[in-house]
């Protein structure tokens, strides 16, 4: 699913900008950036001699007696058979007006290209690192931020290429135009070319050298304010209704405001010192036009033969400050923007290694026809000094109807995410039917699974896509859906009192749905999928105690086909567990069935004491 890019392991962060792009990049990319390197090419030599043509045609307007004197004229007036000088003339200014025509054409169909690629790079590159992302395992969502996430693959990969890669073409297009023209200008007067070369790259370089340092501390500044701008945004919206309850508007406002401000602030400097520049230049460049006629009468040339040059010059002008001034855009706008390619290459290149794999990549399939085995099991999270699981012994029957039950941070959860393959133990092992739950066989594991979670989380969409979450709408089958929702207890509600039945929209995360009507969903959904182990955490916990009891039993009829594991607060919800686990502090401390362990478990006695 990934894309072939050359997977030798990226060893080092100290790459330079072009060895990032490059590993940035896909072969095929790199080959089309190649490619528009030559077209580059071909545009500044384009624009060059739309440029030079015109001398020729001018000193011949001035003086036609040239044409007999410059042995080139001479032999195209000749080869041409024109009739008079004015007819050569006439052919000359069509020449140079085809050569200007066509050198703007190229330099049309180069922008058309640039752009093409780098808005392709941003489709590209965004969907690269959101594969990435979604192959990275569960433990590395759990210490990042989803909304900084969600920030870089939308709006920092446009900054890389709207910005960045822009910025890069640029320079390369306009430094081949101004080293071209000024190569031509060289021919016709060394010592003017030379001087102008000093005088405008000197003042350039100078102004490269004062702004580098401080662009690229402002870039990385923007990338941390702007993540800052997302984070609180989200959090703000996201939890609406306690930011209301609570008053706490302002507060989220004051927090948005502070990062805003240092945002606004980083791309002021970032636009102003792309611009300033452009004003300084064009009075030296008229300094310096001044500057080149006094010079020349002072060689004692007349005005009127300073006419082709300097029109020459004023045309050569016209063309090399704004390539000038766009060159320096683009240093400005690479080095402002050097943060996000260093973040980019170190998520999307150097991080590559840790990634998982994707479904389709999975190599083994696993079975499920007797048990699940925990051997020895700790699990301790990043970063945390204690082990959550401190070498967990059980087993899963398949088929059986089991219950989790434990103090609030027992560790019930954990136990659960590490059963479904979605982070894996320090020590000791998991094994379906003998085969250890591993990177190559969890995808084909976690198929068999059906997960509701505390929270549900439902996408703004008909009730019938969300219960048949991630299937194409094409693919979907409807009378599977009815099932599962029937199973679910959620049928007859939808049925009777949805305006569109199963086309209802459900809005932003089923805003318009209760809390119980929303893990219905869920139950329905991860039934849907018909799974052979139903994993059910605290989902059942919105519903009163008679829907609870009726989902489950209709969940318990078919534990004869498939495993149920439920996390349980509520012990009586456990009543017809075939085996209950008692989790303590991250130990097992009982297991057996509900009347078992209010036989032999005081610690289960006592949570059935708490509930009365
Ligand atoms: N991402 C995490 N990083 C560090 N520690 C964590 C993380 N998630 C959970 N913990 C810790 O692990 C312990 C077990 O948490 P877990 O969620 O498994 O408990 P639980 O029994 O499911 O609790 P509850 O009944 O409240 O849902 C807790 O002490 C918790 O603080």
């Given at each position: 699913?990934?894309?072939?890019?050359?997977?030798?392991?990226?060893?080092?962060?100290?790459?330079?900008?072009?060895?990032?792009?490059?590993?940035?990049?896909?072969?095929?990319?790199?080959?089309?950036?190649?490619?528009?390197?030559?077209?580059?090419?071909?545009?500044?030599?384009?624009?060059?001699?739309?440029?030079?043509?015109?001398?020729?045609?001018?000193?011949?307007?001035?003086?036609?007696?040239?044409?007999?004197?410059?042995?080139?004229?001479?032999?195209?007036y000749?080869?041409?058979?024109?009739?008079?000088?004015?007819?050569?003339?006439?052919?000359?200014?069509?020449?140079?007006?085809?050569?200007?025509?066509?050198?703007?054409?190229?330099?049309?169909?180069?922008?058309?290209?640039?752009m093409?690629?780098?808005?392709?790079?941003?489709?590209?590159?965004?969907?690269?690192?959101?594969?990435?992302?979604?192959?990275?395992?569960?433990?590395?969502?759990?210490?990042?931020?989803?909304?900084?996430?969600?920030?870089?693959?939308?709006?920092?990969?446009?900054?890389?290429?709207?910005?960045?890669?822009?910025?890069?073409?640029?320079?390369?297009?306009?430094?081949?135009?101004?080293?071209?023209?000024?190569?031509?200008?060289?021919?016709?007067?060394?010592?003017?070319?030379?001087?102008?070369?000093?005088?405008?790259?000197?003042?350039?370089?100078?102004?490269?050298?004062?702004?580098?340092?401080?662009?690229?501390?402002?870039?990385?500044?923007?990338?941390?304010?702007?993540?800052g701008?997302?984070?609180?945004?989200?959090?703000?919206l996201?939890?609406i209704?306690?930011?209301?309850?609570?008053?706490?508007?302002?507060?989220?406002?004051?927090?948005?405001?502070?990062y805003s401000k240092?945002?606004?602030?980083?791309?002021?400097?970032?636009?102003?010192?792309?611009?300033?520049?452009?004003?300084?230049?064009?009075?030296?460049?008229?300094?310096?036009?001044?500057?080149?006629?006094?010079?020349?009468?002072?060689?004692?040339?007349?005005?009127?033969?300073?006419?082709?040059?300097?029109?020459?010059?004023?045309?050569?002008?016209?063309?090399?400050?704004?390539?000038?001034?766009?060159?320096?855009?683009?240093?400005?706008?690479?080095?402002?923007?050097?943060?996000?390619?260093?973040?980019?290459?170190?998520?999307?290149?150097?991080?590559?290694?840790?990634?998982?794999?994707?479904?389709?990549?999975?190599?083994?399939?696993?079975?499920?026809?007797?048990?699940?085995?925990?051997?020895?099991?700790?699990?301790?999270?990043?970063?945390?000094?204690?082990?959550?699981?401190?070498?967990?012994?059980?087993?899963?029957?398949?088929?059986?109807?089991?219950?989790?039950?434990?103090?609030?941070?027992?560790?019930?959860?954990?136990?659960?995410?590490?059963?479904m393959?979605?982070?894996?133990?320090?020590?000791?092992?998991i094994?379906?039917?003998?085969?250890?739950?591993s990177?190559?066989?969890?995808?084909?594991?976690?198929?068999?699974?059906?997960?509701?979670?505390?929270?549900?989380?439902?996408?703004?969409?008909?009730?019938?896509?969300?219960?048949?979450?991630?299937?194409?709408?094409?693919?979907?089958?409807?009378?599977?859906?009815?099932?599962?929702?029937?199973?679910?207890?959620?049928?007859?509600?939808?049925?009777?009192?949805?305006?569109?039945?199963?086309?209802?929209?459900?809005?932003?995360?089923?805003?318009?749905?209760?809390?119980?009507?929303?893990?219905?969903?869920?139950l329905?959904?991860?039934?849907?999928?018909?799974?052979?182990?139903?994993?059910?955490?605290e989902?059942?916990?919105?519903?009163?105690?008679?829907?609870?009891?009726?989902?489950?039993?209709?969940?318990?009829?078919?534990?004869?086909?498939?495993?149920?594991?439920?996390?349980a607060?509520?012990?009586?919800?456990l009543?017809?567990?075939?085996?209950?686990?008692?989790?303590?502090?991250?130990?097992?401390?009982?297991?057996?069935?509900?009347?078992?362990?209010?036989?032999?478990?005081?610690?289960?006695?006592?949570?059935?004491?708490?509930?009365?």
């Amino acid at each position: 699913m990934r894309e072939c890019r050359s997977l030798k392991p990226i060893s080092t962060e100290k790459r330079n900008f072009i060895q990032k792009l490059y590993d940035i990049l896909t072969p095929k990319e790199r080959l089309h950036a190649v490619f528009l390197f030559f077209l580059s090419l071909v545009t500044a030599f384009a624009q060059a001699f739309g440029v030079f043509s015109v001398f020729p045609f001018i000193n011949v307007v001035m003086d036609p007696a040239v044409i007999h004197s410059n042995e080139w004229l001479l032999w195209a007036y000749e080869k041409g058979n024109f009739a008079d000088e004015n007819a050569f003339m006439m052919f000359l200014g069509i020449v140079v007006f085809i050569a200007i025509f066509f050198s703007s054409i190229i330099s049309a169909l180069t922008i058309w290209a640039k752009m093409r690629y780098v808005m392709r790079r941003n489709h590209d590159i965004s969907r690269r690192l959101l594969t990435t992302y979604l192959s990275r395992s569960y433990a590395f969502f759990l210490q990042k931020n989803t909304s900084e996430l969600a920030q870089t693959i939308l709006a920092e990969v446009k900054q890389l290429t709207d910005q960045y890669l822009i910025g890069l073409f640029e320079i390369v297009i306009n430094t081949m135009i101004f080293i071209s023209i000024i190569v031509m200008l060289l021919w016709v007067d060394t010592l003017v070319t030379l001087g102008a070369v000093v005088f405008l790259g000197g003042t350039y370089v100078l102004l490269n050298m004062f702004i580098r340092d401080g662009l690229k501390k402002k870039g990385a500044g923007r990338v941390e304010s702007n993540q800052g701008r997302y984070k609180i945004a989200s959090e703000a919206l996201d939890s609406i209704k306690t930011t209301k309850v609570m008053g706490v508007e302002n507060y989220f406002i004051r927090e948005y405001s502070k990062y805003s401000k240092k945002y606004a602030q980083y791309n002021t400097y970032y636009k102003v010192a792309g611009k300033i520049p452009h004003y300084l230049i064009e009075s030296i460049a008229f300094g310096g036009i001044v500057f080149f006629i006094v010079f020349q009468l002072g060689r004692g040339n007349d005005v009127i033969t300073l006419i082709p040059l300097i029109s020459l010059f004023a045309l050569a002008g016209k063309r090399i400050l704004p390539a000038l001034q766009k060159l320096y855009g683009g240093v400005v706008q690479v080095h402002f923007n050097q943060a996000i390619l260093d973040k980019l290459h170190l998520d999307l290149v150097v991080a590559e290694e840790q990634t998982d794999e994707l479904e389709g990549e999975n190599k083994e399939a696993i079975s499920f026809t007797r048990k699940i085995r925990f051997q020895d099991v700790l699990f301790t999270y990043e970063g945390a000094s204690e082990k959550v699981l401190k070498g967990i012994n059980l087993e899963i029957e398949k088929n059986a109807m089991i219950g989790f039950v434990g103090t609030t941070g027992s560790g019930k959860t954990t136990l659960i995410d590490l059963l479904m393959g979605l982070m894996t133990p320090d020590s000791g092992q998991i094994t379906i039917d003998g085969t250890p739950l591993s990177k190559s066989t969890v995808k084909s594991w976690q198929k068999r699974i059906g997960y509701v979670p505390q929270d549900i989380y439902l996408s703004d969409d008909t009730i019938c896509n969300n219960i048949a979450f991630g299937v194409k709408k094409d693919d979907i089958d409807e009378e599977r859906v009815r099932r599962a929702a029937q199973l679910a207890a959620i049928h007859t509600f939808i049925e009777s009192e949805l305006p569109e039945q199963y086309s209802t929209e459900i809005g932003e995360r089923g805003v318009r749905l209760s809390g119980g009507q929303r893990q219905r969903i869920g139950l329905a959904r991860a039934l849907y999928r018909n799974p052979d182990v139903l994993v059910l955490d605290e989902a059942t916990s919105a519903l009163d105690g008679a829907t609870e009891e009726a989902v489950l039993k209709d969940i318990g009829k078919e534990a004869g086909s498939r495993t149920v594991i439920m996390i349980a607060h509520r012990l009586t919800t456990l009543i017809n567990c075939d085996q209950i686990f008692v989790l303590e502090g991250g130990e097992l401390i009982g297991q057996g069935t509900y009347e078992e362990l209010m036989q032999s478990n005081e610690r289960f006695r006592q949570m059935a004491r708490m509930e009365k």
